[in-house]
């Protein structure tokens, strides 16, 4: 019994974040087109946090050093203007390409540069 609602509350908690992750989405381009804010840059606003949320997670404890922070800096910029290049250039398909194998260069490269 105790797993079945357990079970229920994770699913209506799944829900309910996916309903304020779409509102958050469409709040914001509501937003940008009131302030005349292109929506390219919403979009790209949206590419940086998901990536910042993803990979900060896992560097967490290196956050604290200035040379991580810079390079963390760095692959935010890049992955967040290649990643809006290449969508608006290409399509999905070559946009997932281009996610992976950057990810995997920034992950080799934050190892060896960093530890």
Do not use: Q
Not at 97 to 103: C, G, Y
């Amino acid at each position: 019994m105790r797993d079945w609602r357990k079970f229920l509350i994770d699913k209506l908690l799944l829900f309910a974040g996916a309903l304020v992750f779409i509102a958050l989405g469409i709040c914001s381009f509501l937003l940008a087109e009131k302030h005349h804010v292109p929506k390219e840059f919403v979009f790209a606003a949206g590419i940086g946090l998901g990536f910042i949320w993803v990979v900060g997670r896992h560097f967490r404890s290196k956050l604290r050093h200035p040379t991580f922070l810079i390079f963390f800096l760095l692959w935010v910029a890049t992955h967040t203007a290649g990643s809006v290049l290449v969508l608006f250039t290409f399509n999905l398909i070559v946009l997932l390409e281009f996610t992976v194998a950057e990810l995997a260069i920034g992950y080799v490269v934050a190892y060896l540069l960093l530890g």
